[in-house]
């Protein structure tokens, strides 16, 4: 699949000398023809029957790259995830952010209307609301899991 102009494509049928891409919605006739190696258009898009979701072509492009670096290397899908979602824009994963790029409030809340962001920044975000938190500060120990290979560089 890819994006274009704020419409998605998909493969629909392919020869040696060109690839019939159509619009992923299947109501619409949208069509592309391209070269087989996908760099420059042979006939190019038809109308659509429906209006563009820019706003799903990131999100689109993201997945691309996670399924390519899993068929090009070996690295586990946990350090492929985590490279490659780092430096994808919170505001293109759908949650609506602030003017300064933090969560909304409505999104801070748990479903009994507490308070559960202890800690936000532009690098990390710490849930946890405070009646949890008063447990774990009345635990001699505590037991953690994590995924220690994964880490930002500049916070391990």
Not at 130 to 135: E, F, K, M
């Amino acid at each position: 699949m890819l994006g274009s102009e704020g419409y998605i494509y998909t493969l629909k049928r392919k020869n040696d000398v060109k690839l019939i891409i159509r619009c992923q919605n299947r109501d619409c006739k949208g069509r592309c023809h391209t070269n087989p190696t996908m760099d420059a258009i042979v006939s190019g898009p038809t109308e659509h029957y429906h209006a563009p979701k820019p706003d799903l072509v990131p999100v689109l492009e993201l997945k691309n790259k996670i399924k390519s670096r899993a068929a090009e290397t070996e690295e586990p899908s946990s350090t492929i995830l985590h490279s490659t979602m780092r430096y994808f824009p919170l505001d293109a994963a759908g949650p609506p952010t602030s003017s300064n790029n933090q969560l909304p409030d409505h999104l801070e809340q748990t479903n009994r209307g507490e308070n559960s962001v202890l800690h936000e920044d532009e690098k990390l975000i710490i849930f946890i609301a405070a009646t949890n938190l008063s447990v774990l500060k009345t635990c001699k120990h505590w037991f953690v899991d994590g995924t220690f290979k994964v880490y930002p560089e500049d916070s391990y």
